[in-house]
C-alpha cells in the first residue's frame, strides 16, 4: 500500500518528505492556504528526493497549464478535485502523457456518488471533499465496486490509519493529518509512512 503526503509548500516540508520517504508528494495549484504557483513548485520539485512522484492539485485548470506542468517535469501525476468531466480529461492525455487521478466526492448524506468507467482516468481518489480535512463514513464503500486503483483522502491521520488501512485502497491521502497548527510536522509525516511501508 501507497502514500501521499499532501499540500507541500515550504523547503522544510521537503525536508521532511525526503526523509520520511513516502511514495507521492502533492504540489496544490488550486486556492488553498497551501496553493503554490508553478514557479515555488518547480523550486520545491527541484529539492524533491528522485524516488518520490510529485503530483500536483488542480480545480478546473486549464489542461495546458497542467501539460506544461508535466512537460517541465514539475509534477509527474495530475491530481483532479473539479468539475473535469471525460472530454477534459481526454484533452489533457491529448496534450501529454500525464497519468490522472479523478476525484469522486461523497456527498453529505455519505454516499458515494456513482463511480464513473473511465477511459482516460488511471486512478480514483475518494474524498469528502478537496481540502475537507474531514473523514466521510467509510462504510460507503462498501455498497460500489470500484475497478480502477483508488486513493483514500480525507481526514486521515495517526488515530484512524489503522482503519484507513483496513479498507485496502491503492494509497492513503494525507493532508491536514500530517499536520499540527496548520504546517507539516516531520514526526508526523515520518510515523505516517513508517505506517504503510510497514503494512506492505
Given at each position: 500500500?501507497?502514500?501521499?503526503?499532501?499540500?507541500?509548500?515550504?523547503?522544510?516540508?521537503?525536508?521532511?518528505?525526503?526523509?520520511?520517504?513516502?511514495d507521492y508528494a502533492g504540489?496544490?495549484?488550486?486556492?488553498?492556504?497551501?496553493?503554490?504557483?508553478?514557479?515555488?513548485?518547480?523550486?520545491?520539485?527541484?529539492?524533491?528526493?528522485?524516488?518520490?512522484?510529485?503530483?500536483?492539485?488542480?480545480?478546473?485548470?486549464?489542461a495546458a497549464d497542467i501539460?506544461?506542468?508535466?512537460?517541465?517535469?514539475?509534477?509527474?501525476?495530475?491530481?483532479?478535485?473539479?468539475?473535469?468531466?471525460?472530454?477534459?480529461?481526454?484533452?489533457?492525455?491529448?496534450?501529454?502523457?500525464?497519468?490522472?487521478?479523478?476525484?469522486?466526492?461523497?456527498?453529505?448524506?455519505?454516499?458515494?456518488?456513482?463511480?464513473?468507467?473511465?477511459?482516460?482516468?488511471?486512478?480514483?481518489?475518494?474524498?469528502?471533499?478537496?481540502?475537507?480535512?474531514?473523514?466521510?463514513?467509510?462504510?460507503?464503500?462498501?455498497?460500489?465496486?470500484?475497478?480502477?486503483?483508488?486513493?483514500?483522502?480525507?481526514?486521515?491521520?495517526?488515530?484512524?490509519?489503522?482503519?484507513?488501512?483496513?479498507?485496502?485502497?491503492?494509497?492513503?491521502?494525507?493532508?491536514?493529518?500530517?499536520?499540527?497548527?496548520?504546517?507539516?510536522?516531520?514526526?508526523?509525516?515520518?510515523?505516517?509512512?513508517?505506517?504503510?511501508?510497514?503494512?506492505?
Open positions: 500500500m501507497k502514500i501521499k503526503i499532501c499540500g507541500l509548500f515550504r523547503s522544510e516540508d521537503i525536508d521532511y518528505v525526503n526523509e520520511a520517504r513516502p504540489f496544490v495549484f488550486a486556492q488553498s492556504r497551501r496553493q503554490v504557483s508553478p514557479e515555488k513548485a518547480a523550486r520545491l520539485r527541484s529539492r524533491l528526493d528522485g524516488g518520490i512522484v510529485p503530483a500536483g492539485v488542480f480545480v478546473n485548470a486549464p501539460a506544461a506542468l508535466y512537460r517541465d517535469g514539475v509534477i509527474s501525476i495530475a491530481q483532479l478535485h473539479g468539475s473535469e468531466d471525460e472530454d477534459y480529461i481526454k484533452r489533457l492525455k491529448d496534450l501529454c502523457a500525464v497519468p490522472v487521478i479523478r476525484t469522486i466526492k461523497v456527498d453529505e448524506q455519505n454516499l458515494l456518488f456513482p463511480v464513473p468507467c473511465s477511459l482516460f482516468t488511471d486512478f480514483l481518489l475518494i474524498d469528502s471533499g478537496a481540502g475537507s480535512g474531514k473523514p466521510f463514513n467509510w462504510n460507503a464503500l462498501k455498497t460500489h465496486e470500484i475497478t480502477k486503483p483508488w486513493f483514500l483522502a480525507g481526514g486521515i491521520n495517526l488515530d484512524n490509519i489503522e482503519k484507513a488501512i483496513a479498507l485496502n485502497p491503492y494509497a492513503i491521502d494525507v493532508s491536514s493529518g500530517a499536520e499540527t497548527d496548520g504546517l507539516k510536522d516531520r514526526e508526523k509525516i515520518i510515523r505516517l509512512t513508517a505506517r504503510l511501508v510497514g503494512s506492505s
